[in-house]
């Protein structure tokens, strides 16, 4: 009970800390608008999906034609309405907020599946991209930027569809008769990533005028940011990290070696399959929506780890909730400065500074 | 509840490991397994518990085949205890114990037994530090914290990967005392990889030795750890003893610096007279025979340690006709005799002797520290190197010296 008190405490406080940088950085931007103002817009963006249309529409596939494709139409309420100016709402419901949001949310992807990938190669230098996620992303999104001809679905789906198929690829690369041993899986991942960087290079120099594009999508991006980018990549996330957070009592026994978990009774290679497979895919819906964002993946379980300890039903949520705050807070400095910078750069430019101080005193080892 | 391997071969990367392996375990039992590095001990510890599939036979438990049950069944039956494992990450040792319950938790929702980890706890004696982080204990911590992890499985058959590896002497007796209680408990069975053979025959109720993959026997200590099948096993000199202490046998290794001396050699000793001639001819590697020596005296134990062949007779009685016409036989078979000094005059040692081809007489009244005989002994053998070329009827030393000619 006194670990379930513990649990509840650091989840509750720090999703607290989620909801207060959230809120923080709405004030900030060209116009300034104070706390209490944006918590009421805050609340009265909030909406609930109240009706669903399903329709059928058709996706044009190269070299197969239409493709029947079902749609789904979401009509939202607003159940609350205080009373704010209108413009002050505008700028807080349908500029900041879906920046912010989306933010929040690609951050607790990315830490969630940085989390357990850490776990899961019991290695502290683990991240959600280790094998191949993001480097697929990167092929996908450059590609369908430079040669929308060749990839006709749009950069997002682009990116996604790359992703699983390199988390894929590396995993039928390191499988052998139904056993995919780790190390096998972790020289893999760096080898396809290698090759897909490869790639991605060569799309980068023949992609003439969408360079410039191409690259801010590599940089990591979430100045293009609207409710729509929230509405595919949240329920993805929110179900991702429950299924995962349902492994976390697998994902700790797991730290103690693969042969010692199967003896403490659990399948390991399912285990594994469910653990790959769902933390590639809430990677790559943050991935294809925001590009390659280093180190909120790899920072924050890290930093979260010495805080709560190792037992990954406190991690992470934690780490969620935390890797939300880190990338909310990192956008908030890549916009708020005189010219909007890709938030991957902050990202980096904070964390790996911060990563060297914990190599330097010697936290590290610890993990 | 019996844990029961039949005909079990196991295979690792196209190399076989196991070959033919059968044992038996029941409620209650200890059994060791030993045998040198490499031999498959740990591989059949690992066969047992379903982290190997072996290629044939198969590994009951109570009739049920473990490697086709499901992992969580597996592990409420069989619970195992790793030789070491990754305890990097800083769990406590609540932490690490309460995974010992895995199987038993459902994935949503709290412990049906929620005293068991606390009583896991309490039996490996680990509740003290129950809120230590795993990675701040020592090595005789770790292991009852892994011993705590397995009892929380509360799985009937226990299986242990070299328990006392890595402990010092006092861990190790404390872990094997542990082990040794829990096999008592109803209703389990308790399987120990063991490289120290003293504490595997101090502490099995039966001993599995393993060699090669193979089972070379198994049974009660005392009848599996004798000379030949340590030898056997082990490719190593060792001397079999009991330990006065405790009854049990104990296993000593000798330096390999085994001689060539091809040598039959019989021994006329008694009492305490011969033992460093015993020491010194087992070294030079020649074959011995030895007696008549008392029943229980430091000659006869000195001699089935090394296990050579021994006429006895009752302590306290001079040798009867028997005795002295087995061990006229043993002398008419021999190279060469060796007379203990000191034992010249007891029993029919003066008779024998004469009717030796050729013998010598070592240490007649000279000091018999250990030392003191090495230096005398090592000339013994040079003695009867010289014997052999050419054969004398009596070269007598005493003093210390050896006569060579």
């Known amino acids: ?367 | 509840m019996t844990l029961d391997v039949r005909d079990v071969d196991v295979e690792l990367g196209g190399t076989q490991i196991l070959d033919a392996v059968s044992a038996a375990v029941g409620d209650g039992r200890l059994v060791g397994v030993v045998g040198p590095n490499g031999a498959g001990k740990s591989t059949l510890l690992r066969a047992m518990n379903g982290v190997v599939e072996p290629v044939a036979g198969s590994v009951l438990v109570d009739d049920e085949a473990v490697h086709e049950l499901p992992s969580k069944a597996a592990s409420r039956r069989i619970a195992s205890v790793p030789q070491d494992t990754s305890l990097g990450f800083e769990f406590t040792v609540r932490e690490t114990v309460e995974m010992g319950r895995h199987a038993h938790v459902p994935r949503f929702g709290s412990d049906p037994d929620p005293e068991a980890v606390e009583r896991a706890m309490e039996r490996a004696e680990v509740a003290q530090f129950a809120d230590r982080e795993v990675t701040s204990l020592s090595g005789g911590e770790k292991q009852r914290v892994l011993l705590a992890r397995a009892l929380a499985q509360q799985a009937p058959v226990l299986l242990l990967d070299e328990p006392t590896a890595s402990l010092d002497v006092n861990h190790q007796v404390r872990t094997l005392e542990l082990v040794r209680g829990l096999a008592d408990d109803a209703d389990r069975a308790v399987v120990a990889a063991i490289h120290d053979l003293d504490l595997a025959a101090r502490y099995c109720d039966e001993l599995v030795l393993v060699a090669d993959g193979r089972v070379l026997d198994s049974g009660r200590p005392e009848d599996v750890l004798t000379p030949e099948q340590v030898r056997e096993a082990f490719d190593a000199r060792v001397a079999v003893g009991t330990d006065p202490a405790t009854g049990d046998p104990t296993v000593t290794p000798l330096p390999d610096t085994e001689g060539d001396l091809a040598e039959r050699v019989h021994v006329l000793g008694g009492g305490d007279a011969a033992t460093p001639i015993l020491r010194e001819l087992a070294d030079a590697g020649a074959t011995v025979t030895v007696g008549p020596v008392s029943e229980g005296s430091l000659d006869h134990e000195t001699a089935t340690r090394f296990g050579f062949e021994a006429v006895t007779v009752p302590p306290f009685s001079t040798p009867d006709d028997a005795a002295v016409s087995r061990a006229r036989d043993l002398v008419g078979a021999a190279d060469a005799v060796v007379v203990a000094g000191d034992a010249v005059s007891w029993g029919a040692n003066e008779t024998l002797r004469d009717a030796a081809d050729a013998a010598v007489v070592v240490g007649d009244a000279g000091p018999r520290t250990v030392a003191g005989a090495r230096v005398e002994l090592v000339s013994l053998v040079d003695a009867l190197a010289a014997l052999d070329v050419e054969p004398e009827p009596f070269a007598v030393a005493d003093g210390g010296n050896v006569a060579d000619d």
Do not use: C
């Open chain 1, 1 to 367: 009970m006194r670990a379930y008190t513990r649990a509840s405490a650091w989840t509750v406080g720090t999703f607290l800390a989620l909801v207060a940088v959230m809120l923080t950085s709405a004030t900030i931007g060209p116009v300034d608008i104070p706390l209490d103002r944006v918590a009421l817009a805050a609340l009265d963006a909030f909406a609930v999906p109240s009706a669903a249309t399903f329709y059928v529409t058709s996706v044009v596939f190269p070299a197969i034609g239409d493709v029947p494709w079902l749609a789904v139409d979401l009509a939202y309420t607003s159940p609350l309405d205080f009373a704010v100016p209108d413009q002050q709402q505008l700028i807080v419901g349908e500029i900041r907020l879906p920046r912010i949001v989306l933010g929040a949310v690609v951050g607790a992807a990315l830490a969630v599946a940085g989390t357990v990938m850490q776990g899961f190669f019991r290695n502290p230098m683990a991240d959600p991209s280790i094998i191949g996620v993001s480097s697929g992303a990167a092929v996908g999104a450059v590609t369908a930027i430079a040669f929308p001809l060749l990839l006709p679905f749009g950069i997002q789906v682009s990116a996604f569809a790359g992703a699983l198929v390199a988390a894929f690829g590396v995993y039928l690369l390191a499988t052998d008769g139904g056993r995919t041993p780790v190390a096998t899986l972790l020289l893999a991942g760096v080898a396809v990533q290698t090759f897909l960087g490869a790639i991605t290079s060569y799309v980068i120099v023949h992609s003439g005028d969408s360079i410039r594009e191409a690259m801010y999508w590599l940089m990591g991006h979430l100045h293009l940011a609207n409710w729509a980018d929230v509405e595919l990549t949240l329920p993805i996330v929110v179900v991702g990290s429950i299924v995962l957070l349902a492994y976390a009592r697998d994902l700790n026994v797991l730290l103690a070696g693969e042969e010692d978990a199967h003896t403490l009774g659990v399948e390991v290679e399912r285990t594994k399959q469910v653990l790959l497979a769902v933390s590639s895919v809430v990677t790559a819906a943050a991935v294809s929506v925001a590009g390659v964002i280093g180190f909120v993946g790899l920072i924050v379980p890290h930093v979260m780890r010495l805080l709560v300890g190792p037992d990954h039903r406190i991690l992470l949520p934690t780490s969620a909730f935390a890797g939300g705050a880190f990338l909310v807070a990192a956008d908030t400095f890549a916009r708020a400065g005189p010219a909007e910078l890709p938030v991957g750069i902050v990202t980096a430019f904070v964390g790996a500074p911060f990563f060297l101080y914990l190599l330097r005193n010697r936290e590290v080892h610890a993990l």
